[in-house]
């Protein structure tokens, strides 16, 4: 790597060669495979048993990445914290897409491993980590047609239950059963083995139902899956529906019930906006890299571009706003993995600024390669669109600011 970033120079050595390793992997690996599944003409092809996605992944779970969240007490990379931010912020410099798909396909996995199961982590985590195949996919699904970003403000999730399409789940003798669906925004979707699912029980007896989280192979009797999505940027993430019809899971298979289902929620919400905060950090750095080295090699007035003073004033202002970045998702990360409960509100303010400065500085770097930035033969083109589709993603940055702002407002 040409410099330290800032921030870098108080790295712990270990962390350190964590950068370097995972930066020369983003840039050999990720980023050319992200840049040739985005040019394919449907995401069919992007999923088909031939496709570079699963060479990507392959390689990805040689070198154990996809065990970045199993602790290391189970065989996995434990990362957490500044370790965290430094793997995610690398992946994402090299594509969001590909990033965000290793990154949520330990989730299912990882959370099985806190509930400290032995039986359960003996059948599941340990294959999982032991997996070089990418036989083991996990996915993450909560949004369903009925609603997406709206669970965020409301972490009781105490929606109504006779809504279509809600995913609910019921007791059944000494299990559950699990029936609905999922919209087709979960990311790993139509390629997932396993799902860490929100569901609802259904209302009883004057009783508003409250929120579960199970853990769901997607080998058993009655769930089934939708084509994946075809979408404006991001193209490398599969993501697509996930059905259920009357699955029938053990009771051990819940992990969180109505009773935790508060602090779970914002648990997880809280790592979902600090990971998107990291991964998009290193978005804005590509962006600003690419605007840096195409200013000093293209000529227009008789010098590079660079030597004129309104491209640096753009330059200066994109460079502040990835140093912004990192200053936050990593301080973010640190706080809260330090902490007895996760608070969402510094979650909320790392993903919303993070993902907005991602977007500006890619807008900024595409305006700065002018034509040549609208041209798909160019990788900000790519950058912007992903860039874009952050704004929306694991909650929109509206919805995400006012419940970061509740959170604030409630403090005790």
Known sequence: ?????????????????????????????????????????????????????????????????????????????????????????????????????????????????????????????????????????????????????????ALSADYDPA?????????????????????????????ST???????????????GGGAVAFIPFDLPGVSKGKPLNKLGQRALNQGEIFFDNVRVPAEYVMITPETFEYGAAATLTGANSTMAAVFTGVARSAFDLALEYSRQRVQGGVPICEHQLVQKHLFEMFTKVQACRTL????????????????EYACAAKTFCTQAAFEVASDALQLFGGNGLSRDYPIEKIFRDARASLIEDGTNDVLSLAGARRIIDRA
């Open 1 to 153: 790597m040409e410099y330290l970033e800032l921030g870098d120079k108080e790295l712990a050595p270990e962390y350190r060669e964590l950068k370097e390793n995972v930066h020369r992997f983003a840039r050999d690996v990720l980023r050319p495979a992200a840049v040739a599944l985005d040019k394919l003409a449907s995401p069919e092809q992007v999923i088909a048993p031939d496709s570079r996605l699963w060479q990507f992944f392959k390689q990805a779970w040689a070198l154990g990445y996809h065990t970045v969240t199993i602790p290391a007490e189970y065989g996995g990379l434990g990362l957490h914290g500044v370790g965290m931010q430094v793997f995610l912020e690398e992946l994402g410099w090299g594509s969001a897409d590909l990033a965000l798909s290793l990154g949520v396909a330990s989730f299912p996995f990882s959370a099985l491993a806190m509930t400290g199961n032995p039986r359960l982590i003996d059948e599941y985590v340990t294959p999982f980590i032991q997996d070089r195949e990418a036989r083991h996919i996990g996915c993450w699904p909560v949004t369903e047609p009925s609603h997406g970003s709206d669970w965020a403000m």
């Open 163 to 191: 809504t279509p399409g809600r995913a609910t789940i019921r007791r059944d003798g000494d299990g559950y059963v699990i029936s609905g669906q999922k919209a087709p925004w979960v990311s790993n979707g139509t390629i």
């Open 329 to 344: 998702s990593r301080a973010v990360l640190a706080h809260n993995d330090g902490a007895a409960i996760p608070e969402l």
């Open 194 to 208: 396993h799902g860490l699912t929100y569901l609802m029980e259904p209302a009883s007896s004057g009783r508003q």
